[in-house]
């Protein structure tokens, strides 16, 4: 069982594909490792392995040709999207015994593809912020030093990731969610394109700036999920149909870039010098390979106010939530909500623009520049205790998502973005660098991103056990 808990998710399919080993032992392994870490991290707080093996025997009972490219690899989901018949508390006590009748499109959709919903993954409530815990199941803790947050707000995913109770993971992001627990945690978070990845629209049915996204512990078993999740679906509007190409098959294409741009701050600091330091480091190791490695970055100038403005117009929709359970919310939902509801319609227009002028620039730069990289976070893991960081390199941020804008800068963009394991801190623990590659440019992404994890030798920093700090 620890032999298998320890191969990546492509060996794992492929053994799943040769009948070598069934969904079902793959699922005994999994319940087994969470017995033994899961207590340590708190990753993993509902688990639903009856559901998952009813799933798994059905499938079974398919050949092995016809139970899709995931072939009955298990599956995390992220705690705010639906799963039929599991508890699904979008991390509020306000859900906190909810149990859906219908999943959501997403995990129809990966269960189609031969994915095995086994576990749903911890979360802040509703997704805000970027330090995982909530009032329902508590904090989850970085694997790598348990005293540090595991970030979020796909925290869960990440730390279930990192210490081997999961092979491949869901998560979703706005502003970093999938980008800054893969830095935090030494695994893989991809934000892809918003559309590619089908999921069952909210209150508004056109929204950009959240995307649901894949998580790993290398590169390629990134682009392994990618390819299961990514494809239409008729009730989201905005899904991307699927052309054939393979993600996996661009990661392992061998495509290197000929020219990147590498920025310390993206022009928006505060950036920790040390995690500069590392993610700069990083970048340089493409000169290895023969790139050209340049300074450089878009004009992202306003990216703070409109990426906060435009965040709080999604949070307005929540304006039912905060008149009727006031009290069960915790006070940054409170503030992002009252913060939409106030919003004018001449700001809403200014950061529509702001928006799409930071696209046009976005667009403009990959005519000169392959990819682009910076931190995929500004600090390195910080006290789990602290709600978010309040400071940094000397600034002082006003709120508790001032310190995540190199992410959510990216965000406005529309650009996918990936976070790999650039290297370690004085205090060994890992740091991630961000890549960005031009709109629903995934395949050159994912190669990108695999050259470089190949150059710095860091894609089998995982499974680990809990470290206790």
């Not at 970085?142 to 279930?160: E, F, L, Q, V, Y």
């Amino acid at each position: 069982m620890h032999e298998l808990i320890g191969k990546s998710a492509v060996e794992v399919v492929a053994l799943l594909k040769s009948g070598a080993v069934t969904p079902l032992e793959c699922l005994d392994a999994l319940e087994q490792r969470i017995a033994e870490v899961n207590g340590a991290v708190n990753a993993l707080p509902t688990l639903c392995f009856d559901r998952a093996r009813k799933h798994a025997t059905a499938l079974m009972r398919k050949p092995v040709g016809e139970r899709g490219p995931l072939a009955g690899l298990p599956v995390p989901i992220k705690d705010l999207a639906d799963v039929a018949g599991v508890r699904s508390t979008q991390g509020s006590p306000i859900f906190a015994e909810n149990v859906p009748a219908q999943s959501d499109i997403l995990v129809r959709h990966l269960e189609g593809q031969g994915g095995i919903v086994y576990a749903m993954s911890n979360t802040p409530e509703f997704g805000a912020g970027a330090n995982t815990f909530n009032e329902v199941f508590g904090a989850t803790l970085n694997p790598w030093n348990t005293k540090r947050s595991a970030a979020g707000s796909s925290g869960g995913a990440a730390a279930a990731l990192a210490t081997g109770m999961a092979w491949v993971a869901h998560g979703s992001d706005m502003g970093g969610s999938l980008r800054n627990p893969a830095s935090f945690c030494g695994v893989v978070g991809l934000r892809p394109a918003p559309g590619r990845v089908a999921a069952s629209p909210g209150s508004t049915i056109d929204g950009t700036l959240g995307v649901e996204g894949p998580m790993a512990r290398n590169v390629e078993d990134t682009a392994l999920l990618l390819d299961a999740m990514a494809g239409e679906e008729a009730a989201d509007p905005i899904s991307l149909p699927f052309d054939g190409r393979s993600f996996r098959a661009a990661c392992r294409s061998g495509w290197m870039p000929k020219r990147v741009a590498v920025s310390r701050d993206l022009g928006l600091p505060p950036v920790d010098p040390e995690v500069a330091r590392i993610v700069l480091k990083a970048a340089r190791a493409f000169e290895q390979a023969g790139v050209i490695v340049e300074e450089a970055h878009p004009d992202f100038s306003g990216a703070r106010e409109v990426s906060q403005t435009l965040r709080a117009l999604s949070y307005a929709n929540m304006k039912p939530l905060l008149e009727q359970h006031r009290g069960k919310l915790k006070p940054e939902v409170i503030w992002n909500i009252e913060k939409g509801l106030a919003l004018t319609a001449p700001e809403i227009i200014s950061a529509e623009a702001g928006r799409a002028r930071i696209f046009k620039n976005a667009v403009a730069f990959f005519e000169t520049y392959d990819l682009l990289l910076c931190p995929a976070t500004i600090v390195a893991p910080f006290p789990v205790e602290r709600r978010y960081v309040t400071a940094c390199d000397g600034v002082t941020f006003e709120t508790y998502v001032d310190w995540l804008t190199i992410v959510s800068a990216v965000t406005l963009t529309t650009c996918p973005a990936i976070s790999i394991p650039a290297g370690f801190t004085r205090e060994k623990l890992p740091v991630g660098i961000q890549i960005v590659g031009p709109p629903r440019g995934e395949g050159r992404l994912l190669a990108g991103a695999k050259a470089l994890e190949t150059v710095l030798g860091l894609g089998k920093l995982t499974p680990i056990d809990p470290r206790l700090g």
